[in-house]
């Protein structure tokens, strides 16, 4: 099983609302699956070293496949329910970026939309026959967005926040962490009630309430699943332990509706649709099936210069992950390295040394 490893840096936040978590992440993606690891501020990976299971791999690792998506899949078969699923998944990130860039610049320019698609298909490497619907379906999606952006006054604070949960073992980004505006019931103490058997008690009204919210941005357009429920209300126990002191008042969906006259979008909220057993159950589940299989399985790598049975023995090599992940982000050379370090120079010619960082570790 071959596997990569990238830095994860939260995409944008309003440094003067909110902080960044004292940790950064790395995020280690699989044949099947990803994790996240735990950097600290120097670089150095975080001891003891753990892998934290993507919230997605966690959710499709322990959860059946909802029953209105296979369903779908019946309805279209193997092949064309794949390559949809390919196409929206394609769309999707391009929807999540291009939202993005609203939220950073709090402007969106519509006539730009045909050479940003351009420019994405092409960076991808990407086109199928529904592509080319997909200009003006980024404009009714934009605008929707915005017409939510503006229904509830949203104040952003972090866009794409990464974050770990040291005790449930996942991690993931946020789509979106904000302030917004939602009217409740309250009432008005400086227009009491005038007559009647309430008289003097203050009035029931509507009142405006900020509040602090996490959001999740789906491009899909037929409503949400079950998943999208534990999702949330995993990402809302995620911020809330990351920031005990600022807890999150609303987990939510986010999509467009399928709009023909006027923008317009759904929301959902999730509070209390999952039991914390349950998703204590899922979350564990998934630490069984996936990552404490992928933190003992060693991984093959293949390097160096082959001609002779020897030298094709000695480039199939094998570490596990923690080693991989030291040499890819660790400022500490591994032992791994080292190892390879010293052999290389033990098979060099000796030449004069002059700098004490001549040896390439």
Known sequence: MSMT????????????????PNYKVGRVNFNKGR???KIEQDGSLAQPFRLYTSLTTSIAQSM????????????????????????????????????????????YDLDSIDGIVEEYLSNESFWDEDCKFWNDKLREDILAFVQFFNDYEVVPLGLEYVLLSDERGFGTPIDLVCLLTVTEDGVDHNDPYKSGPRKGEPRECKVRVQKRA????????????????????????????????????????????????????????????????????????????????????????????ISTPESVAAAVQFEDVESFCNRKFGNAPS?????????????????????????PI
């Open 214 to 305: 996490i959001i999740n941005f789906k491009s899909g357009r037929k409503g949400f699943y079950e998943t999208h429920g534990i999702q949330m209300e995993c990402e809302r126990l995620l911020w809330d332990e990351n920031f005990p002191e600022s807890p999150a008042d609303i987990a939510m969906n986010w999509a467009p509706a399928d709009w023909k006259t006027t923008p317009s979008y759904k929301i959902k909220e999730w509070q209390g649709s999952t039991s914390r057993a349950e998703i204590d159950a899922i979350l564990r589940l998934a630490e069984i099936r996936y990552a404490d299989k992928a933190e003992k399985r060693n991984y093959i790598k293949m390097r160096g210069i």
């Open 64 to 107: 059946p496949t909802p029953v209105q998506l296979e369903e779908w899949k019946f309805q279209h078969g193997k092949k064309e329910s794949e390559r949809l699923m390919n196409v929206a998944a394609k769309y999707g990130t391009l929807m999540h970026l291009e939202i993005g860039r609203f939220i950073k610049e709090r402007v």
């Open 335 to 359: 032992k791994a390295r080292v190892k390879r370090a010293t052999e290389k120079l033990q098979a060099q010619p000796v030449k004069p040394v002059f700098t004490s960082s001549a040896l």
């Open 5 to 20: 490893v990238e830095f994860v840096p939260t995409e944008w936040f309003d440094e003067n609302a909110i902080k960044l």
């Open 35 to 37: 994790s996240y690891i």
